[in-house]
């Protein structure tokens, strides 16, 4: 279980596809949060360290994985967004986010609004109706506040610290996003028989 507040900017320094496809991620998260087994929401994706060592750590990624999120596109030098494992009596700062993702969005529109940026994303069709003004989403993993919905399209700010500490200063019209829907919405949406977009 993540918060959505990532707290590294990571980068891709090695990729071996053989079988699953294994990423080296440098970093400079603590040691005590990279043990083997432990879970890192990796731009939102929640990953298992399989190794890791000063400044780096060692995940894998299923085919599944690498179908339903962006991790297919990384390569050497890519830049990560980076969460550690909420642990019990941590600040949930963002939002309850599982690192399970639901696919992938797309960066359609860049704008500046006063010091911060707005962001517009198109969302896979049907996923629309789990988003709600003032609702939270994860975009790369990083929890923001839902501004607007105009269809499948979902407009995001971006403050200052958050252009700065994450990945998404730099995002680019088309760009594609890994994203999670709140979990509050994935479950009403279930217990109404409506959960599947």
Avoid: Q
Avoid at 46 to 57: E, K, N, R, Y
Avoid at 139 to 167: F, K, Y
């Amino acid at each position: 279980m993540f918060t959505g507040i990532t707290t590294d900017r990571g980068r891709v320094t090695a990729i071996d596809r053989r079988g699953d496809t294994y990423v080296t991620i440098a970093t400079a998260l603590p040691a005590a949060d990279l043990a083997d087994g432990a879970s890192v929401a990796c731009s939102g994706c929640c990953l298992t360290v399989i190794a890791s060592g000063p400044g780096w750590f060692r995940v894998s990624a299923s085919a599944e994985t690498l179908a339903r999120t962006t991790l297919g596109r990384w390569r050497e030098g890519t830049a990560v967004n980076l969460e550690a494992a909420l642990r019990l009596g941590d600040t949930l700062g963002g939002h309850l986010v599982s690192g399970h993702v639901d696919g992938v969005a797309v960066l359609r529109e860049r704008a500046p609004e006063g010091d911060s940026l707005r962001l517009v994303y198109e969302l896979p069709a049907g996923f629309e109706r789990f988003v709600a003004v003032k609702g939270s989403i994860a975009i790369d993993g990083v929890s923001l506040t839902v501004n607007r919905v105009d269809g499948p399209r979902v407009a995001v700010n971006i403050i200052p610290h958050t252009l700065e500490v994450t990945t998404l200063g730099a995002a680019a019209p088309g760009d594609p996003a890994n994203f999670e829907i709140d979990m509050i919405a994935r479950y009403v949406a279930r217990l109404l028989g409506k959960d599947e977009p």
